[in-house]
């Protein structure tokens, strides 16, 4: 009954690990770091990892001419805005749950993919987006007070969510036959590029050298998050449905509250474990009833 094979699993559980602690380490870094620029030192650093994975994989790097635009336009809506919108909102939300906005994701996936493409979810589906909205309200129970002091802050990230869940949308119902971790190095060589302009344009009079903690937290986003993790979303999101693929990392706001506990020392309420449940009942009402072919690993460069 379970829609992802073993080779997709194997792709989401390391995902959504190394995804989740990475909010508490982002949180740490760009409080003593400005923010686009380790966003920009971290995609930087992170592009020839990817770029040594495409080798050691043998993925072609070519994109026909024509497939540019396409490709433009995925990144935009995946990467840039994304990236650019969810760094600069981060400071000014509580740590540990800055995350929760940004999981909004899977309910602005559906909204897109009902407005835009006429998609129809069954019952469960529809289940499992409720639940999941359900979760983020509560998660959210306790944030309310500090969101109220930078509500840009929240705007931003939740506009963040709503253009990453409509990039997923279009990454899944792209025609193009460019492979899609050639797909990946590309878009996360334009947003390398829009990430490094603006930070020499808007923070450069606040450049000095990283402390530790700071390079530390650059190594792991530039290894795992750019390197790992942005393959295997990318690759999750065109091998499976838009819904199924958004719910399906739903757990990662989970990992960040725990890990901003264990890290911080904030407060575990009722509220937060209430929404795991959710969210657990979420992944199960959208991923155990879903019938998908299965998708050899090899898809992620052939697709």
């Not at 686009?36 to 592009?47: E, N, P, Y």
């Not at 929760?100 to 602005?108: C, D, E, Q, R, S």
């Not at 469960?124 to 002091?149: C, I, K, N, S």
């Not at 739903?250 to 904030?266: K, R, W």
Request: hydrophobic share 60%; proline share 7%; charged share 10%.
């Amino acid at each position: 009954m379970a829609s992802l094979t073993p080779r997709q699993w194997l792709v989401l559980v390391p995902m959504t690990l190394l995804w989740g602690i990475n909010w508490p380490i982002m949180k740490l870094a760009v409080t003593g770091f400005p923010p686009l620029s380790f966003r920009a030192l971290s995609i930087v650093l992170g592009l020839p990892c990817l770029a040594l994975a495409l080798k050691l994989l043998k993925v072609p790097l070519a994109v026909p001419r024509h497939q540019w635009p396409e490709l433009a336009k995925l990144a935009l809506t995946n990467m840039v805005i994304w990236h650019v919108l969810a760094i600069l909102a981060l400071p000014h939300l509580a740590s540990g749950r800055a995350a929760i906005l940004a999981y909004t994701m899977p309910v602005f996936s559906a909204l897109w993919g009902l407005a835009l493409w006429g998609d129809r979810l069954t019952m469960r589906q529809t289940l499992g987006v409720l639940l999941a909205g359900l979760a983020v309200l509560l998660l959210m129970w306790h944030e309310l007070g500090h969101l109220g002091g930078a509500p840009w802050a929240a705007g931003a990230m939740l506009v963040a969510a709503a253009a990453w869940a409509l990039g997923s949308q279009q990454l899944r119902r792209t025609t193009s036959p460019v492979p899609t971790l050639a797909i990946t190095f590309w878009m996360t060589a334009i947003t390398a590029l829009v990430l490094c302009s603006l930070a020499v344009a808007l923070e450069q009079d606040r450049w000095h050298a990283p402390t530790t903690p700071v390079l530390l937290a650059v190594a792991y986003n530039a290894v795992a998050i750019f390197g790992f993790c942005q393959a295997g979303l990318f690759y999750l999101s065109r091998t499976l449905p838009p819904v199924a693929s958004s719910i399906s990392i739903m757990v990662i706001p989970v990992e960040g509250i725990l890990a901003a506990t264990l890290c911080f020392g904030e407060p575990l309420y009722w509220q937060d474990v209430a929404a795991m449940g959710l969210i657990v009942a979420a992944i199960a009402a959208v991923m155990l009833t879903l019938r998908k072919r299965a998708v050899p690993l090899p898809a992620l460069i052939e697709t």
